[in-house]
Nanobody, 116 residues
């Protein structure tokens, strides 16, 4: 059974930093890419960042460019999201996703709160 387990969420003050992690396990086959999405109350889920597990190509939402960095450890099927200069509008539940072989999988989400 495929599992994506996120960690690293929490409460941080504006301008602070957090690092999220997501580890994928319980599968055979290849992980093509992994993503971070977020969903704030009353808003649609939005793509934050994506990374290919082979070449490491990345894509970011305009709202997080130059503040967030996605990285991966392909050997561990793990993706990270370093979030710096956090703003109140970054507060949301952050979900990890993965394309494994031909299917998409999601984690349960981790809460990120940004408040003074």
């Amino acid at each position: 059974q495929v599992q994506l387990v996120e960690s690293g969420g929490g409460l941080v003050q504006p301008g602070g930093s957090l690092r999220l992690s997501c580890a994928a396990s319980g599968f055979t086959g290849s992980v093509y890419f992994m993503t971070w999405y977020r969903q704030a109350p009353g808003k649609e889920r939005e793509l934050v960042a994506r990374i290919t597990m082979g070449g490491g190509s990345t894509n970011y939402a305009d709202s997080v460019k130059d503040r967030f960095t996605i990285s991966r450890d392909s050997a561990k099927n793990t993706v990270y999201l370093q979030m710096n200069s956090l703003k109140p509008e970054d507060a949301a539940v952050y979900y990890c996703g993965a394309r494994i072989t031909l299917a998409d999988y999601w984690g349960q989400g981790t809460q990120v709160s940004v408040s003074s």
